[in-house]
């Protein structure tokens, strides 16, 4: 069976993009990360809804122009990024033949995990999912504490409290 995207024109989508075997070097380059989103802009017409960036993926709620590029966005951030990532990050891992053979460079897996918004609450729950990622990981204990996210845009906006997800176990009954 064959996967096959949605191309949803004014709907917005969920991004998971990984590195390749999960290597950690999202954060360490993250002024590249945000050159290669910014050289994209000049070349394709998207928003940043929300994001937030591991040092293995990110995950991003974005809204394009124009659904059917939202590949091809994906595709020219990854090139960039690759083209431009200094090989100590990344020389020391293996990779396949096959990934040899297309001159893959192991940067990035090669596909993403993409879902069309639906609704408004289907928007909340992913919004959520995305700033509440750092503290699942363990990386941090409250959201308001992971830098490379969009969480504090939201709260200045109003939609979140500082101190949302900050779940204190220790509450004395």
Same mark, same amino acid.
């Given at each position: 069976?064959?996967?096959? =995207?949605?191309?949803?024109?004014?709907?917005?989508?969920?991004?998971?993009?990984?590195?390749?075997? =999960?290597?950690?070097?999202?954060?360490?380059?993250?002024?590249?990360?945000?050159?290669?989103?910014?050289?994209?802009?000049?070349?394709?017409?998207?928003?940043?809804?929300?994001?937030?960036?591991?040092?293995?993926?990110?995950?991003?709620?974005?809204?394009?122009?124009?659904?059917?590029?939202?590949?091809?966005?994906?595709?020219?951030?990854?090139?960039?990024?690759?083209?431009?990532?200094?090989?100590?990050?990344?020389?020391?891992?293996?990779?396949?033949?096959?990934?040899?053979?297309?001159?893959?460079?192991?940067?990035?897996?090669?596909?993403?995990?993409?879902?069309?918004?639906?609704?408004?609450?289907?928007?909340?729950?992913?919004?959520?999912?995305?700033?509440?990622?750092?503290?699942?990981?363990?990386?941090?204990?409250?959201?308001?504490?992971?830098?490379?996210?969009?969480?504090?845009?939201?709260?200045?906006?109003?939609?979140?409290?500082?101190?949302?997800?900050?779940?204190?176990?220790?509450?004395?009954?």
């Amino acid at each position: 069976m064959r996967y096959r =995207r949605l191309y949803l024109d004014g709907y917005s989508y969920f991004l998971t993009i990984v590195t390749y075997e =999960r290597n950690p070097i999202l954060t360490e380059n993250i002024a590249l990360l945000r050159e290669s989103f910014k050289a994209a802009k000049t070349r394709f017409r998207f928003e940043i809804n929300a994001i937030v960036v591991l040092p293995d993926h990110f995950h991003a709620i974005m809204t394009f122009d124009d659904a059917r590029e939202y590949p091809r966005i994906i595709g020219f951030v990854k090139k960039y990024f690759t083209s431009r990532c200094d090989p100590k990050y990344y020389s020391h891992l293996l990779q396949s033949q096959s990934r040899i053979d297309q001159n893959y460079k192991p940067v990035w897996q090669k596909r993403f995990y993409e879902h069309t918004i639906r609704d408004e609450k289907d928007y909340r729950l992913r919004l959520d999912y995305i700033h509440y990622n750092p503290v699942k990981h363990g990386y941090v204990s409250q959201a308001k504490e992971w830098e490379y996210s969009s969480f504090r845009r939201f709260v200045n906006d109003g939609i979140y409290h500082i101190s949302w997800g900050d779940f204190d176990t220790s509450i004395e009954l």
